[in-house]
């Protein structure tokens, strides 16, 4: 029986994270047309979306190669490949053996390097444009990220995300100004990687301030609904790796059918409150324009720096 629910839900975890995406998406513009004293539309509303594009022919363009027609799939499988690694509601699941945080940055960055050339390879102008804002933003993420996850590794001693919230479970590590230091850049960079505000505005199509959009304007139907799909997956992948490194509390460190409900209601809220920060963010703040960019991302790479200082000088104090 205990195997049957490991194998259970091991295989949900991911599944559930892929159900659950576009409600977050949905609940963030809930909360934003909230402060704005507008009604907002319905939480399925992203569902209805996605349910109308997948009922709908791909159009591609004649001069497009297969690789814009891969594009939406490889994008898609690597984004979920990137969230089953996460280990959503325990610690103790098989998955959770091979949930490397170095894995899970490089399937991310090959689903953006597949989005970046469907944005080259349709030949106009709007996508080669977002693709090359993209590599833009990817140049100053990519080395933060990475900064976060080594000062992480060096307060647990691993790479494992598993153990990584193990860690923090079992002790006051999240206490820790390095942790603090980290918990910030973290935050900054998953702003900029799923294209927010003040980074980039999902809601817009202007040609002046798009990243993302610019590479989606060519592609319809299920090709663009696996793309959108995928966006609003890896904005719950980055809110679900957040709350996992530094609030983990919640995660069920027994897999019993009520911890694993207990860890999904805590797993329910913290996303909430964590949409809710980001409506807010959004609301209070204006988009950038493009050339500030590097200095928000040079902002996080600062302080994800900081935090491996700051780890280091409290190992040889102690």
């Not at 363009?61 to 490889?74: C, K, Q």
């Not at 080259?120 to 140049?139: H, I, K, N, Q």
């Not at 980055?238 to 694993?260: K, N």
Request: hydrophobic share 60%; with cysteine; glycine share 6%.
């Amino acid at each position: 029986m205990d195997r049957v629910l490991t194998l259970t839900a091991a295989l949900l975890q991911p599944l559930l994270l892929l159900a659950a995406a576009p409600l977050l998406v949905a609940w963030v513009r809930r909360v934003k047309a909230r402060l704005q004293n507008r009604r907002g539309a319905p939480l399925l509303t992203p569902y209805r979306e996605l349910r109308k594009l997948l009922g709908k022919e791909a159009v591609v363009a004649r001069t497009a190669s297969p690789l814009f027609r891969i594009a939406p799939y490889v994008v898609f499988a690597a984004t979920l490949l990137a969230a089953a690694a996460l280990p959503v509601l325990s610690t103790l699941l098989p998955g959770a053996r091979v949930a490397d945080a170095i894995a899970l940055i490089g399937l991310l960055g090959l689903a953006r390097i597949m989005l970046t050339l469907a944005g080259l390879d349709a030949g106009t102008p709007f996508g080669g444009m977002g693709a090359s804002r993209e590599m833009l933003v990817t140049t100053f993420a990519e080395p933060a990220l990475l900064l976060v996850v080594f000062t992480l590794a060096m307060t647990t001693h691993t790479t494992n995300l598993a153990s990584m919230a193990a860690s923090t479970l079992a002790g006051d590590s999240v206490l820790r100004p390095s942790y603090m230091f980290a918990l910030a850049a973290l935050l900054l960079v998953g702003v900029a990687e799923c294209g927010r505000i003040p980074v980039d505005n999902p809601s817009t199509h202007l040609e002046l301030t798009m990243i993302h959009e610019g590479m989606l304007l060519e592609y319809s139907g299920r090709h663009l609904a696996l793309m959108e799909w995928a966006a609003q997956l890896k904005l719950a992948l980055f809110a679900v790796l957040t709350v996992d490194l530094f609030l983990p509390w919640g995660l069920a460190t027994r897999l019993t059918p009520l911890t694993l409900l207990g860890a999904l209601a805590a797993l329910a809220l913290k996303l909430a409150a964590l949409g809710a920060l980001l409506a807010v963010s959004e609301t209070v703040l204006a988009k950038m324009r493009l050339f500030r960019v590097p200095g928000f991302l040079a902002m996080a790479f600062l302080l994800a720096l900081l935090g491996l200082f700051a780890h280091v000088i409290l190992e040889s104090a102690l």
